[in-house]
């Protein structure tokens, strides 16, 4: 769980920076509170709006990932799958989504995945709710450019803002 939550703010914060040096402020970051309804992370620049799942893994690429089926109801929703080494860098990733706007590709045929964890009958329940989308389904970014691109569309790049330099402390 740590690792994830580093990532989280690792990815964030290169989306952020990513879109400052192009010249772009007007985002912004809401995260959720819990994963109850198939995302992690809301961005959101310029009217369009992301529903961001986050999963992360030590290999080159995605097995199937488990989807839920709220997220592909909604408009912007999507999946970034970030291969991470054990010095915790990032990429490449791995996207599943739709243009801004729009809903994730469709998701309802792929089979019902089963639960990781086994009930004390030895049992693992499906996960009716959700998804296994095969790992042939995302599509391969290599750079954090590339991702802000699949979130946001094609940005005009303008340079980063225009910062005044802050008045010298005289205390």
């Known amino acids: 769980m740590l690792r994830e939550r580093i990532v989280e703010h690792v990815l964030v914060g290169e989306i952020l920076r990513t879109l400052w040096r192009w010249g772009v402020t007007d985002v912004e970051v809401l995260r959720s509170e819990f994963d109850g309804f198939g995302y992690d992370l809301v961005l959101s620049r310029a009217g369009k709006v992301r529903f ?7 290999r080159a690429r995605p097995g199937a990932v488990p989807i839920a089926l709220s997220l592909a109801a ?3 929703g999507c ?11 990032l990429g490449p990733f791995w996207w ?3 243009a801004p706007g729009a809903p994730l590709p469709p998701i309802a045929a792929y089979p019902v995945p089963r639960r990781q964890g086994r009930r004390t009958d030895g049992h693992r329940p499906p996960r009716s709710n959700y998804r296994e989308v095969p790992a042939a389904a995302f599509r391969r970014l290599a750079t954090i450019d590339a991702v802000v691109e699949a979130l946001f569309g094609p940005i005009e790049r303008q340079g980063p803002p225009q910062v005044p330099d802050a008045p010298a402390d005289v205390s």
């Open 52 to 58: 961001i799942q986050f999963k992360t893994g030590s």
């Open 74 to 76: 909604k408009l912007g």
């Open 79 to 89: 999946v970034l799958w970030i291969a991470v080494t054990e010095q915790l860098e």
């Open 96 to 98: 599943f989504g739709g």
